[in-house]
C-alpha cells in the first residue's frame, strides 16, 4: 500500500459511522440476521446460492464464542426454516481458536452436527497462517463425525500444494481463494502471478482428486484458466462452484451466472461491519477512490 493510501486508511478510522456505512452497505448485509436474510433471499431469486458468515474474529473470551456459535446456530435455523439455498462460513478465531482448543472444537462440533441435521455446510475459512495448521486439524477432526464440513486453502502460501494433494486423497470439500493476509516471503508467494498460477495447480490436483471445489476469485485471469482446465478434464458441473464476496465484481458474477456456472455470493453481516470494511480497504486501496465518490455523493 503507498504512503497516501496508508494515510486515506488511517484517516478511514475517524470517519463517522454513518457516512462509512454509505459505502460499506455494498459489502455487507447488515447488522443483524433479519436485514441479511432479505439478500439472501434476492440471491437465491437470481438464481445465485450463499454462505452467511457472522462477522468477527479473535474473540476475547469464551462467553463471547459461545454467542456467536449459538448465533451460527439460529442462522442454520433459519436458513432452513425460510428454505434459503445458503450455508455458513465460519473462522476459527470466532469460535475461540486463540483461547482455547477444545472450546473452539465443542462448539464447531456442535454446529457442524446441527448442519449435519438440517442437510447444510458448514465451511470452515482460512485465516493467517498461525492458523493454518489449526485449523486444518479441525477440520479433519469434524470431518471424522460428519461430511458436512469443509475447508480453505490459500494460493499464496508456499505448502498448500502438500496440503491440496492430502486433502484430495480426503475427498474434501475445499474453497481456494488467494489468501487475504500480509504473509512473509519465507512461507507465501508475493508475485502475483505465483500466486495466480498456484491457484490453478490447488484447482487441478484437488479436482484431478474427486474434490468438491469452491473457486473463489474475482480474477478474470483465474476464473479463464479455471473454466478451461474444467473444460480440458471434463469435470462434471457437480463437482466444482465459483464463489465471489457480496457487492465485488458484479459484471462478472452476472456473465458467468448468464452462462450457466454455479455461484455462491459470500454474505458477511453483523456489527462487527467497521473493521470488516477497514479490511476491505486494506485489502484493495483501489476501492479507496469509491468510497471518497461515495461519501460525497448523495444516497
Ligand atoms: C467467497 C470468498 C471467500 C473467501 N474466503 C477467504 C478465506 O477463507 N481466507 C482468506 O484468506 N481469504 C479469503 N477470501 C479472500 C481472497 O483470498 C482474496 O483476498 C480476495 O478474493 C481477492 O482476490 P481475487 O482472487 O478476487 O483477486 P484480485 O486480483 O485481488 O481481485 C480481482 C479484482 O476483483 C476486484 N476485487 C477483489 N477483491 C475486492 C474487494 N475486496 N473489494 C472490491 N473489489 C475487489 C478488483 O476489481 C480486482 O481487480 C475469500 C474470497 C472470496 C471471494
Keep these: 500500500m503507498t504512503l497516501v493510501n496508508r494515510a486515506i486508511v ?14 460499506a452497505r455494498r459489502y455487507v448485509a447488515g447488522e443483524t ?27 476475547a473470551s469464551p462467553e463471547d464464542a459461545r454467542a ?25 478465531t470466532h469460535m475461540g481458536l486463540k483461547l482455547d482448543w477444545d472450546l473452539c472444537l465443542g462448539i464447531l462440533q456442535d454446529l457442524a452436527q446441527r448442519a449435519h441435521r438440517l442437510g447444510n455446510f458448514l465451511r470452515l475459512d482460512m485465516e493467517d497462517s498461525t492458523c493454518t495448521e489449526e485449523t486444518l486439524r479441525l477440520y479433519r477432526t469434524l470431518v471424522q463425525d460428519t461430511p458436512a464440513v469443509g475447508v480453505v486453502l490459500q494460493a499464496y502460501l508456499k505448502r498448500s500444494q502438500e496440503d491440496a494433494k492430502r486433502l484430495g486423497e480426503e475427498r474434501a470439500n ?37 474434490s468438491y471445489v469452491g473457486i473463489a476469485t474475482h480474477d478474470p485471469w483465474v476464473i479463464q484458466e479455471a473454466r478451461d482446465l474444467i473444460q480440458r478434464r471434463r469435470v462434471p458441473q457437480g463437482q466444482y462452484e465459483f464463489q465471489m464476496l457480496l457487492g465485488v465484481r458484479p459484471d462478472l458474477r452476472a456473465r458467468l451466472h448468464a452462462e450457466g456456472e454455479r455461484l455462491r455470493i459470500y454474505v458477511p453481516y453483523g456489527h462487527r461491519w467497521r473493521a470488516y470494511c477497514l479490511r476491505r480497504f486494506r485489502e484493495n486501496p483501489e476501492i479507496l477512490r469509491y468510497v471518497i465518490l461515495g461519501l460525497f455523493r448523495p444516497s
Design 10 to 23: 488511517a484517516a478511514l478510522d475517524l470517519v463517522p459511522k454513518g457516512l462509512l456505512w454509505r459505502f
Design 33 to 59: 440476521l433479519a436485514e441479511a436474510i432479505p439478500i439472501v433471499r434476492d440471491l437465491n431469486v437470481g438464481g445465485l446460492l450463499a454462505t452467511l458468515d457472522i462477522l468477527g474474529e479473535h474473540v
Design 68 to 92: 456467536d456459535g449459538k448465533a451460527y446456530g439460529g442462522v442454520l435455523r433459519v436458513i432452513q426454516r425460510d428454505r434459503l439455498s445458503a450455508n455458513i462460513s465460519v473462522k476459527p
Design 174 to 210: 475445499v474453497r481456494v481463494c488467494k489468501g487475504i493476509y500480509r504473509e512473509p516471503e519465507a512461507i507465501a508467494f508475493q508475485d502475483r502471478e505465483a500466486i495466480q498460477r498456484n491457484f490453478i495447480a490447488l484447482l487441478e490436483i484437488l479436482m484431478e482428486a474427486g
